[in-house]
């Protein structure tokens, strides 16, 4: 697909035709099987100060919190129980807490102990790290680039070089070296983000031949330097529009897997999932934090917590899934 040919699709007035073609290559690419992967939120102490995240390490009124090892792993356990397959462990940046040593040890016990595939999401981490959590056994990794535009990337991330290589493309390049599948992706309206920058963006998804590609809508959060500014973006923060751009996501990388996201079911609690699971995506992200740490891990206000792990909402979820004619598959 040309710049001007994702130009067009995204500023049509209807995308109806190009939801049906990313349905159509969703099932003959992944079938009608949806994958639930087990969001594990492992701390909300993050020693970064992104100018969009609730979390963010200047923020006085986050509820911190880390859970322990064994919680972890109760969690993984949890997760083969109901049969997911795949958990992935995200957390506030803090090498600190998460140190290489505890991680590659979590990583085994979750291995071992629940046969759980692991996804790691735990931001910037030099390259000796994410070798010794592959060797380990950690099988993927998410790290959203955010944004290509290098100015928009310093502007959102304070400390960020404006020259030089991409950091976290970088991370990526070197981590599909080291075997991993690699995920990554973007907020879509964030302040000061073009329509040019984002079809770079999804671009560069498929330039670097990501595994999966997470998109959600940028959710302000009154507590962050962002939330407080101007809102002025070329890209909508709207349902339709994130789900064109799942379709886009899915017609320029074909097999991958791409979830419909909790900002996304946050936008809109009612319609978003159906509506993401509709317009290209094969995933969904059950979160499985143990409820009485959820509040403390609020990257925008208003996040749901998609699926609590009672059995109610789960079929509830099933139920969902079979309405589409979709079915959940264990990976
Ligand atoms: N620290 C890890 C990292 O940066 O990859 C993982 C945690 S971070 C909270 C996970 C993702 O949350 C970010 O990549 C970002 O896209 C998303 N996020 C943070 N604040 C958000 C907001 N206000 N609206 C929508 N998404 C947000």
Redesign the pocket.
Known sequence: MTRQEIRTILTAPSADALFKEAQAVRLQTKGTGVFLRGLIELSSI?L?D?L????RHSNANVRRYALTDDEIVACAALAQTLHFGTVVL????NERLWTRERVAHLIHRIKVETGQRVTL???ERSEADTAAWREAGADRY???F?TTDRALFAHIHPGAPTTGDHPRIAQLRRMKAQGYEIGS???LGIPGQTLDSLIEDLLTFQALQLDMVGL??????PE?PL?QGDQDSEVPVSVDFTCRCYAVARLLLPSANIPSTT?LSSLDPEAGRIRGLSSGANVFMPNLTPAYYREGYQ??PGKICVVAPQADSLSALHDTLHSLGLHHIEG
């Open positions: 993050c970064r992104c969009y995240c609730g979390m995200q957390a506030g940046e999401s735990l931001g998410l790290l959203r955010e992706g973007i907020m959600g809508p940028y959710l302000r959060h962050t939330g900002a990257i925008y």
